[in-house]
């Protein structure tokens, strides 16, 4: 009787701890954690055709070069078939380049080639993914959808186009042009896959690909040389920025 006023309480402590080991696991298998680092490829639209330079000056034909930087990403599991991913993308470099100076009327000043300057951009990504497949699959593709917000910094003009504006014999009556773009809120969508490198195995590599539509405000300033007294002015014009952007990494599950 003495042993069995010991064993009985011990029986239901082990079943116990049986009981919340086995529920522990399931609440780990629906919220695994993932973390993964890359390499982004970033190509931003460049359909827009002219660039501002003032109310009625133009650079026709504008082109910006597209560029590489790393990102990092963590996304949470926390349903089968579901998880919220947050994304930041560092920072690229593009360059923007105009091909001739012309006015609102058609009249071309030049059509000299000129690289317009540079400017940086920064991406950061909340998503919500779907995965069609079950947790158990070596290769898990998944597709998401979320909200983006991108930051411009850096902007500068160089200094041949500069000297070419500032220049009295081109006659464009302006000088001493900058520009600055504003941050831009928007809507990102995502498709990749996590392929596992073996189903006991917490490492993946990834591969993603992903469209942000990016709208900002590309504001010029500008001297009016040709008035008097020289006023500083400015013009704001809307730039479809929206690039396409192209992941591929490695992470670690847990």
Known sequence: MKMTRVLTPLAIAVAAMVSAQHAAADMWSDGDFVVRVGASWVDANDD??????SESIYG????????????ISGAWLPAEHWGVELMYIGSTNH????????????????????????????YSNAFVNWYPL?????????????????????E?????????????????????????????????????????????????????VLYIDADTDLTTYFTEAALQGQPRRAVTSSVDYSPWIFNLGVGYSF
Do not use: M
């Open 48 to 53: 827009d055709k002219q660039f501002r330079l």
């Open 60 to 71: 026709a034909n504008f082109d910006v070069d597209s560029d590489t930087t790393w990102n």
């Open 95 to 122: 360059d923007l380049d105009i091909r001739g100076i012309r006015d609102r009327d058609g009249f071309i000043y030049t059509d000299e080639r000129f690289r317009v300057g540079s400017f940086d951009a920064e």
């Open 134 to 154: 079950s947790r158990d699959c070596l290769g898990q593709p998944y597709i998401g959808i979320g909200v983006n917000y991108t930051d411009f910094s850096d």
């Open 156 to 208: 500068n003009v160089r200094a041949a186009l500069r000297d070419t504006i500032n220049d009295p014999l081109l006659g464009l009556g302006i000088r001493d042009v900058e520009y600055g773009l504003g941050h831009s809120w928007g809507i990102a969508g995502q498709a990749g896959v996590d392929f596992r490198f073996g189903r006991d195995s917490a490492f993946l590599v990834n591969a993603a």
